[in-house]
């Protein structure tokens, strides 16, 4: 799901409503994505947050300037978050 993400108020809104989604389960949940789930609660509440407005926003230069830092920094931020999800989900 695309969204679309203007200020911090939006920030707040959309992970309220995509945490809910992420850290519950669901009966459509299949093994894959209740491991994914898992690894995402073991990571610090900063790394969950990110990865999960990443997730919404799809958009590296959206995030960047919400945050405002560079583009690279939210790309490079979001790919080690993805690795350590993989590394746990194996």
């Not at 945490?19 to 519950?24: F, L, N, P, V």
């Not at 949940?29 to 509440?45: F, G, H, N």
């Not at 583009?71 to 993805?82: G, S």
Request: hydrophobic share 35%; charged share 35%.
């Amino acid at each position: 799901m695309r969204s679309n993400l203007h200020d911090i108020g939006e920030c707040r809104e959309i992970l309220r409503r995509a945490w809910r989604e992420y850290m519950a389960q669901s009966d459509e949940d299949d093994d894959r994505s209740l491991a994914i789930k898992e690894a995402l609660r073991t990571l610090p509440p900063d790394e969950q947050a990110l990865f999960i407005l990443y997730t919404e926003v799809e958009s590296y230069r959206t995030l960047a300037k919400l945050f405002g830092v560079s583009r690279t920094t939210i790309l490079n931020k979001v790919a080690d978050i993805k690795k350590k999800i993989k590394q746990k989900v194996k």
